[in-house]
């Protein structure tokens, strides 16, 4: 037996074309067709098929990665929880002190610590991270490309700005490397070579077994207390990560404590690979900024827009507009007018808008707050940018 919605559907088709049949001639019988056919259409099915359905084929192209973004929570489960490890720190407990806080010993010398980064144009974050971690550091590595992952070239801004770090010349080793320019290739295999030049440059720097070795990227600063903590103790994981702040555009705007992919490393020769992703479990609590788009010109936005590996996200040309950017800044907005890229439908809507101004200058690298002057971009209340 066939269902009834069948039966009834098919009779009205036969009434239609008891209707129409009778047409005869050819150009007039194709006109009745399409009047049948709208015949057979009622008024809830025009507004579906020309309000409803353009509609969303215009919202799916303007806010599908919102959409995407937003239902995440059903087609992606969370990552696999850390295990913080809780950090202690006070500038007036000795370090053994802090060693044995953390169920740590204390060494009888500091290892040797290695900073190795990929540099794109980031020159005000690397002043700061430099001379945050300078008393701890032996040997500052950097590597450049003249081509950025996204394949455009790019100046070498290490070396046009190589006069500003004076500071840190005898112990820098300092690399360049040729892009490939492969068009139309995925940014993170171009990104995923840089990292391997970077090995090659570790190894020429003198990088020894069990020195230690910070893998983060240039806005990711680790505070100097964290690695010293780690270089004086014994008994501290071999790779742990760094739980950061999250900042964006400068420190006013503060969004979350969920930065992660800095990481530690004892070094061990053959073994120790550079990678910026989920590498162990632990995950130090408190231990520095990251400070994502912390530009001081809004010409270095829309670079680092173009030449970062989710230069995807640039889907309109609009979004690179100065005056837009500028205003995306003042706002605490995001630049690519995208949801939080949240796991659970509870962050994403508790992040939605724009970040909340923070007043709060405290407890920030203190190179910063030494030249406020210099960085005034970087602190609260300060959101107009240059040209540039
Ligand atoms: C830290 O130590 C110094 C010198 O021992 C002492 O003068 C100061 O009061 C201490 N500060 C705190 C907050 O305990
Ligand atoms: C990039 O650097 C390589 C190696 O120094 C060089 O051969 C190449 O011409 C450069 N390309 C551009 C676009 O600057």
């Known amino acids: 037996m066939m269902p009834d919605g069948y039966y009834s559907s098919k ?113 005000d974050m690397l002043t700061l991270r430099w001379k945050e971690l300078y008393p701890y550091i032996t040997q500052f590595v950097l590597l450049e490309s003249n081509s950025t992952f996204t394949g455009l070239p790019k100046p070498h801004f290490f070396e046009i700005n190589r006069d500003k770090f004076k500071f840190v010349e005898p112990r820098l080793t300092y690399g360049t490397l040729g892009g490939r320019f492969k068009k ?49 103790c014994d008994g501290i994981p071999d790779i742990l990560h760094l739980q950061l702040k999250n900042y964006l555009y400068s420190f006013e705007f503060q969004f979350d404590y969920n930065s992660w992919r800095a990481s530690v490393h004892r070094y061990q020769r053959g073994k120790t690979r550079y990678a910026h992703y989920r590498q162990t479990d632990f995950l130090l609590a408190d231990a520095g900024w990251h400070c994502s788009f912390c530009f001081r010109y809004i010409s270095d936005f829309v670079f680092k827009m173009k030449a970062y590996s989710h230069n995807d996200r640039v889907r309109f040309s609009h979004y690179l507009n100065p005056k837009r950017i500028q205003d995306v800044i003042c706002n605490g907005a995001d630049l690519y007018d995208m949801l939080p890229e949240e796991y659970t439908f509870k962050d994403i809507i508790g992040k939605m808008g724009s970040i909340p101004h923070s007043y709060s200058a405290v407890h920030l690298p203190a190179y910063l707050l030494n030249n406020a002057d210099k960085y005034r971009h970087l602190l609260p209340g300060n959101c107009r940018r240059d040209g540039g």
Not at 45 to 60: D, L, N, R
Not at 107 to 121: G, H, K, M, Q, Y
Not at 191 to 212: F, P
Not at 219 to 225: R, Y
């Open 184 to 232: 139309g290739e995925n940014p993170f295999v171009e990104e995923a070579y840089q990292r391997v030049a970077l090995d090659q440059l570790l190894r020429i720097a003198g990088i020894e077994d069990d020195d230690l070795l910070i893998m983060s990227d240039v806005d990711e600063i680790p505070s100097s207390h964290t690695i010293n903590l780690l270089r004086w």
């Open 11 to 123: 009779k009205s088709d036969d009434i239609c074309e008891d209707v129409c049949g009778e047409q005869m001639n050819r150009g007039v019988l194709s006109m009745s067709r399409l009047r049948c056919m709208l015949q057979g259409l009622d008024l809830r099915t025009f507004v579906f098929m020309f309000v409803i359905v353009p509609t969303c084929i215009v919202g799916i192209y303007f806010h599908g990665q919102k959409i995407t973004y937003f239902l995440r929570p059903l087609w992606q489960s969370p990552p696999k929880p850390f295990t913080y490890i809780p950090h202690y720190y006070h500038e007036n407990v000795s370090m053994e002190g802090l060693c044995k806080l953390h169920g740590w010993d204390i060494r009888e010398s500091p290892r040797r610590v290695f900073d190795a980064v990929l540099f794109s144009n980031e020159v």
